[in-house]
């Protein structure tokens, strides 16, 4: 079975992923908006407060996982092994697309756009999951 529209599907409609990162055998998931374009292969964006907590764990261990957070059903996204890093762009790059999944986004930006800095996870490979009977991987 063919995943990779599932994964669009899934990527585009979900606007929350569950970050996991492990700074001194000390784990650690935050909840975070996200955006991800097609176009950008294995490459998923999220913006945060600079000199938050989370920019710190991920300055130390880049390495994390994550998992979409399933809207009423059980469909979900999970990779296991990505790392994270700031992104060249700005929020204001990509703020069309943070807006359309979350439009309380617009005000966020408008006020305090300017201490947001926007991070990649880059991945190669996520599990893709419909429900207990159907899941499988794709690979960028």
Do not use: W
């Not at 059980?74 to 994270?84: A, D, G, L, P």
């Amino acid at each position: 079975m063919e995943f990779l529209a599932d994964f669009n599907r899934i990527m585009e409609k979900q606007s929350e992923i569950a970050l996991a990162s492990c700074v001194d055998n000390q784990p650690n998931v935050r909840i975070v908006n996200f955006v991800y374009h097609p176009d950008n292969k294995g490459v998923v964006y999220f913006a945060t407060f600079r000199g938050n907590p989370k920019t710190k764990e991920f300055a130390l261990n880049p390495q994390a996982a994550l998992s979409t957070v399933p809207l009423g059903t059980n469909e979900h996204v999970r990779i296991q092994q990505s790392t994270v890093r700031i992104s060249e762009l700005t929020v204001y790059d990509l703020k069309d697309a943070f807006v359309a999944k979350v439009p309380d986004y617009a005000s966020i930006i408008e006020q305090a756009g300017n201490e947001l800095d926007l991070y990649e996870i880059h991945f190669k490979q996520a599990t893709v999951t419909i429900d207990y009977t159907r899941s499988g991987s794709v690979s960028f």
